[in-house]
């Protein structure tokens, strides 16, 4: 552990912590970081960087350029006046702040400036990876692929039964306005049509994105580190990936890592990854099971420029919300009429914004036209939880049970949520928290893309019918830094309504969450945050603010028609009469 000023950095996880809490770095700037430090005793050229840090390319400089901005904004410091990184003219960059590592500090009793002599760059995991769900067209680009740089990776024994596979986050380093849409768009596809191949069970970017905020928020940095989070969720392989631009081409640089730390790399170059990506997908398949039939995927049948579209959607669903993805979807279809995943994710992004009458309408459409299992199942599950807001839970029970062929965990597990909140409904609390550990049992994480920003209201004294994804307050601080908004949200509204936390740190969460809310749009989730906030006055003995907070409650959800919180504004009601 390095410290430097108000910040601490560990080099080995990666995590930077400064005086407002951890502070995010994306892969590279973390290696730029821990280069910097060990190599704080001197100017270090531009060359030597690019050199050690950087793989050859057209764009090494401009990207070298833009990473040392990127950190001297992540430290607070400034070029004209720097408190950290110096540049020193025809030479370099040269770190100029005293470092202490406080384990020697500890040993000695003293500070100790840390200079160390040889740079700990090993194999680097790149935080991000390969691509999504099921939509686009096939071209034919240059079709080259380079040889993989380690041995291929041995079967696992327990593949024989299946494969299960985390798809990381891809690394942008394109360094492109355009292609801003890789990180989750690009990855997701990939998992998407990984999952469309028999036998094979995802992790899809948005789940992995929340399975490493558990322990860091900043990604593992060796495939040893890797392995580890592998062997605690039982998956076989993680994927991770970079994705560059060559000239008029795009490089997919992947790393696929086993639970022993064993790792395969190459290198994949097409016209368009996102255009490419079913002939990707069936590629990668047999090198993760070379002992399987080779499976080629239909190549998509829709407009290039609409599954960008839906990309880029995607990508905004996972980090900013509904508000600005509706945006993406919305194009996606209008250029392309026939691409039923953007038009459902339209409809998940209406419910989410309170124009259920749309949702309705577009999800509706989706389940008359759409024949592809997993979509069906997708768009019954979020009507289902449409009817679930409603107040239909006859409806919404029918939906569930038509949609229970689905294989994805993800998909089956949101549908054991929702069967959860019914149950909730009907205060079946036994049924309830069978529900939640089938649900958690077959996917541990289920924020993300698939269920964003999802809460839902607890009974006092009751389990919630909404688990937190992982536990406490560090999980919000790591979705902060994440800068996962839906998912903070939804766990925000979980850990709140959390009875054992002091009522002062419950008011500070929700706090967080109101103001979340109406960043976001969400009218349901407001609606979830007043009831919350009359229950807080109510143990306050502030009865007469509950009853007008509730009130205002009461108006918002008849407008919205959300029957099943108008029953818990009604009960909150009687509760605060009677106090």
Excluded at 108 to 129: D, E, F, M, N
Excluded at 362 to 385: G, R
Excluded at 463 to 491: E, F, H, I, W, Y
Aim: overall charge negative.
């Amino acid at each position: 552990m390095l410290k430097f000023e108000h910040f601490r950095f560990d080099a080995t996880t990666g995590q930077l912590t400064g005086p407002d809490g951890q502070v995010y770095l994306r892969q590279k700037l973390v290696q730029l970081l821990d280069y910097l430090l060990i190599h704080n005793d001197r100017a270090i050229s531009k060359e030597e960087l690019l050199s050690e840090l950087w793989q050859h390319g057209a764009y090494r400089e401009r990207s070298l350029a833009q990473s040392i901005l990127e950190l001297r904004k992540a430290l607070g410091d400034s070029a004209s006046d720097p408190r950290f990184i110096r540049t020193v003219p025809g030479k370099g960059y040269q770190w100029i702040c005293l470092v202490e590592n406080l384990e020697i500090a500890e040993q000695a009793q003293t500070p100790t400036p840390w200079h160390a002599g040889k740079y700990r760059y090993g194999v680097i995991a790149s935080a991000l990876l390969l691509i999504c769900v099921l939509a686009l067209y096939a071209v034919t680009g240059s079709q080259t692929q380079s040889p993989p740089a380690t041995p291929a990776l041995a079967t696992s024994p327990e593949q024989t039964a299946g494969l299960r596979v985390m798809v990381i986050p891809f690394d942008d380093q394109t360094y492109s306005s355009a292609m801003q849409w890789i990180e989750y768009g690009l990855s997701d596809m990939l998992a998407g049509d990984l999952a469309a191949i028999p036998g094979v069970s995802v992790v899809n970017p948005a789940n992995a994105s929340v399975l490493i905020s558990a322990q860091s928020p900043s990604a593992p940095a060796t495939p040893r580190a890797w392995a580890t989070l592998l062997q605690q969720h039982q998956i076989d392989r993680a994927i991770t990936a970079t994705v560059r631009l060559s000239g008029k081409s795009q490089l997919l640089e992947y790393q696929i890592i086993d639970p022993q730390g064993d790792s395969e790399r190459g290198t994949l170059q097409r016209d368009d990854l996102a255009v490419a990506m079913p002939e990707i997908a069936s590629s990668l398949h047999q090198i993760l099971w070379p002992d399987q039939d080779a499976i080629v995927l239909p190549p998509y049948g829709y407009t290039p420029s609409a599954m960008h579209d839906y990309a880029r959607g995607i990508q905004a669903l996972q980090l900013e919300g509904a508000l600005l993805a509706q945006h993406y979807f919305a194009a996606s279809v209008q250029i392309d009429p026939s691409h039923l995943w953007s038009l459902t994710y339209l409809g998940v992004c209406q419910l989410l914004l309170g124009d259920w009458q749309r949702a309705e309408q577009q999800l509706s459409h989706v389940l008359a036209q759409a024949s592809e299992p997993q979509l069906l199942n997708f768009s019954k599950i979020w009507l289902a939880m449409l009817r679930v807001r409603q107040g239909d839970t006859a409806q919404a029970t029918e939906l569930l049970t038509t949609a229970e062929d689905a294989e994805a965990p993800q998909l089956a597990a949101a549908r054991l949520q929702i069967q959860a909140l019914i149950a909730a409904r009907h205060q079946n609390w036994p049924l309830v928290d069978t529900l939640l550990q089938q649900a958690s049992t077959l996917a541990p994480t289920s924020n993300g893309p698939l269920l964003p920003g999802l809460a839902e209201l607890s009974e006092p004294g009751q389990p919630s019918p909404r688990q937190p994804s992982a536990a406490g307050t560090q999980a919000v601080d790591n979705l902060r830094v994440l800068g996962q908004k839906p998912a903070l949200l939804s766990t925000l509204l979980t850990q709140v309504q959390q009875p054992t936390l002091p009522l002062q740190q419950r008011q500070r969460l929700l706090e967080q969450a109101s103001t979340l809310t109406q960043q976001l749009g969400q009218p349901y989730e407001q609606i979830i945050t007043m009831i919350i906030r009359a229950r807080q006055a109510h143990e306050l003995g502030q009865h007469q603010a509950a009853q007008t907070t509730l009130k205002a409650a009461h108006a918002l959800a008849t407008r919205l028609k959300a029957t099943s919180l108008l029953t818990a504004i009604e009960r909150s009601q009687q509760v605060a009469n009677e106090g």
